[in-house]
């Protein structure tokens, strides 16, 4: 008997980020993490949801220096990250925390 093969591909959150609300309920959650590596891939998602060429040229970035900056071994500066959610249309927003 011969057996049938399964094709499968790699889920990429990015094709379902097509609304603001997406983008905005999507970087909450990277956000409510606290893992400083989830959120700058998170940002990496959204930027090639958005067009990574466009988004780096906005945040004035080269978009090979971007991919590295929002992989999962990049490690951004802060100020790459405000840039790059500047370029997003995003910003952050405090609130403080009930455990303090």
Known sequence: MAS?????????????LDSKEAINAYMEEALETQDPAFIARALGTIARARGMAQIAKKAGLSRESLYKALSSEGNPKFGTVIRVMHALGLKFSITASRAH
């Open 4 to 16: 049938k093969k399964t094709k499968t591909t790699l889920f990429d959150s990015a094709e379902y």
